[in-house]
């Protein structure tokens, strides 16, 4: 191999290194920002877990609502359920409530406010039986007002991987009530849904329940695992580097 042509080689090999080593730093440094996102999410949705529920904010107030500031606030309010309407998402467990352990569905209902309003409710967890239509073990909704206390959600964004839904069996797969609303033809609804969280029916089903923090920080060890493989990846460099350019004994 000529001179010229080792130069090239080296200088080839010095770059891709630079450029590897670099990605695997950036990739660390990313970890350790999500990391501090994770720990303010997780403050934030502690502290308002452990609220007090509050009224539910009036409607001229939800255009100001937001995800990022008042999902999980807990609320209470009195509404009449629409007979005989809701909806069922499907899911394999829940990574918020730890009295879900195998696949399910959540039963969503409308609910009409005093005012006439309509905000969504998740009313619950059906567990999956066998072939069991949750349909006919998720009970009505009661009639009357009731008052439930529940949580702020947000409708969820539909994955690249999420199956379509089937209207037709009413079996959702995503949490969107403004989905729901247009096919079963309910009233326009509110932006966000309510999980409920109290008062558990007769029978216990649909189960409502009550939200935990539970989402995994393992940032951190991500982060030292990016930055080690800079390190691993710098040392190898610098052995092939030393033996290309150590003189012939």
Excluded at 20 to 37: D, E, N, P, T, Y
Excluded at 60 to 87: C, H, I, K, M, N
Excluded at 174 to 192: E, I
């Amino acid at each position: 191999m000529t001179k010229a042509a080792r130069g090239r080689g080296l200088v080839a090999a010095t770059l891709a290194t630079l450029v590897g080593i670099a990605l695997l730093i950036g990739l660390g440094v990313w970890q350790l920002h999500r990391k501090v996102w994770k720990e303010t999410l997780i403050a934030a949705m502690t502290a308002r877990l452990d609220r007090a529920p509050q009224p539910l904010p009036p409607p001229a107030q939800w255009s100001a609502l937001t995800q990022g500031a008042d999902e999980f606030r807990r609320v209470t309010f009195t509404a009449d359920f629409l007979p005989g309407e809701q909806a069922l998402v499907y899911a394999p467990g829940s990574a918020l409530r730890t009295d879900i352990k195998g696949p399910g569905h959540f039963v969503f209902a409308p609910a009409r406010l005093a005012d006439g309003r309509i905000v969504v409710v998740d009313r619950g967890f059906v567990p999956l039986a066998g072939k069991d239509d949750a349909t006919a073990r998720a009970p009505a909704a009661p009639q009357g007002p009731v008052t439930i206390v529940g949580y702020l959600r947000w409708p969820e964004q539909r994955g690249m991987f999420a199956p379509a839904d089937d209207v037709k069996r009413n079996t959702w797969f995503v949490r969107d009530p403004a989905a729901m609303a247009a096919a079963h033809h309910w009233p326009t609804v509110a932006p966000f849904y309510v999980d409920q969280e109290a008062p558990v029916p007769p029978g216990g089903l649909p189960l409502p329940g009550r939200i935990v923090v539970n989402l995994p920080d393992n940032h951190l060890q991500y982060a030292i695992t990016w930055f080690g493989l800079a390190g691993a990846l710098a040392g190898v460099y610098g052995v092939w580097l030393y033996g290309r350019l150590r003189p012939p004994a």
